[in-house]
């Protein structure tokens, strides 16, 4: 059986007061509908914004801890290196930054013929060292140090009096091998700067 809308309204009339006419229940109901509308979408956007808010918390916390776990990191590679370098201060180097060769140092890159093994494998090392882009003068010296410790052990970048000369120091000074390889770090740095516009020293 189908009712139509004077069958509905007549219902309404038989259950609902006499002071109220159909026109008054049915914008009621309609008033009703969009209360229920109105506050769906409300609590819509409020389940929306809930949850986007904790989204962003929760990102943000991600970061923050990602953050707080490279620093840590980044500041127990400061203190190795600190730990590392510290007894080479004043001994081969002068305790200013960036790290300079002092009178000592001096002598030793002298006497290990160092600029000149490192003028005559520059375009190697450079290559080999993949200083594509660097920009950062502390890059430049962190990777010149690191190359340095493999460079002092590869006779490829030696002449055969050259890498007996340095072992020969070593032996008759007593001097520690990272002396040597500081040495050349120091040097190999400085020359990168120097032939690179792009590097930031400051």
Do not use: C
């Not at 609902?16 to 509308?37: D, F, N, S």
């Not at 819509?44 to 989204?55: A, E, P």
């Not at 200013?96 to 060769?101: G, H, V």
Request: hydrophobic share 45%.
């Amino acid at each position: 059986m189908k009712f139509g809308l004077n069958e509905v309204a007549s219902s309404v009339d038989e259950i609902m007061p006499k002071k109220w006419t159909t026109k008054t229940v049915l914008v009621m109901i309609i008033i009703a509908i969009i209360i229920t509308v109105a506050y769906a979408k409300l609590q819509y956007n409020i389940n929306h914004f809930y949850n986007k808010v904790s989204y962003s918390l929760n990102n943000t916390s991600q970061k923050l801890d990602a953050l707080s776990t490279s620093f840590a990191n980044y500041k127990d590679d400061i203190k190795t290196k600190f730990t590392f370098y510290q007894p080479l201060i004043n001994t081969i180097m002068i305790a200013k930054s960036p790290l300079k060769l002092n009178e000592k140092g001096l002598q030793i890159a002298y006497s290990i013929n160092a600029k000149e093994i490192i003028d005559r494998n520059y375009s190697a090392i450079i290559s080999m060292m993949g200083m594509v882009d660097t920009t950062s003068a502390y890059e430049v010296q962190e990777k010149s140090f690191e190359f340095a410790k493999r460079l002092i052990n590869n006779k490829a970048f030696f002449t055969e009096s050259e890498f007996n000369a340095m072992r020969n120091y070593a032996y008759n000074t007593g001097e520690v091998v990272e002396s040597f390889f500081m040495v050349f770090g120091i040097l190999l740095r400085d020359k990168i700067i120097r032939d690179n516009d792009t590097i930031n020293i400051k």
